[in-house]
């Protein structure tokens, strides 16, 4: 069984920086692409980034290219994601996902390509 639970969310000030962590179980990094997505109230889940096991294909969403990172520690088993520059539209649940796959495809843009989900860690930027 996998399980992904998600930790490192917070309230910060806008411009703050944030690491998300999500620690896996059940998956070996080598079969899985791993993403991130967030929701904030209102409004659909929103692809932020994804890669796949090796971290050599990587991927982020325009929104937060350039801020924000991810990353992994296999021997810690958990996936990463820096935060820096937070602006207040970053605020949301950040949810962390793997897909059953080898390669990263425009598909990991979306929710429903990926098996298995986190509870979410709450992420609050204030202004």
């Known amino acids: 069984q996998v399980q992904l639970v998600e930790s490192g969310g917070g309230l910060v000030q806008a411009g703050g920086s944030l690491r998300l962590s999500c620690a896996a179980s059940?998956?070996?990094?080598?079969?899985?692409?791993m993403g991130w997505f967030r929701q904030a109230p209102g409004k659909k889940r929103e692809f932020v980034s994804a890669?796949?096991?090796?971290?050599?294909?990587?991927y982020y969403a325009d929104s937060v290219k350039g801020r924000f990172t991810i990353s992994r520690d296999n021997a810690k088993n958990t996936v990463y994601l820096k935060a820096n520059n937070l602006k207040p539209e970053d605020t949301a649940v950040y949810y962390c996902?793997?897909?059953?796959?080898?390669?990263?495809?425009?598909?990991?843009?979306?929710?429903?390509?990926?098996?298995?989900w986190g509870q979410g860690t709450q992420v609050t930027v204030s202004s």
């Open positions: 996902a793997a897909d059953q796959d080898y390669g990263l495809g425009y598909r990991h843009t979306h929710s429903w390509a990926y098996d298995y």
């Open positions: 059940g998956l070996t990094f080598s079969s899985y692409v």
């Open positions: 890669m796949t096991w090796s971290a050599g294909s990587t």
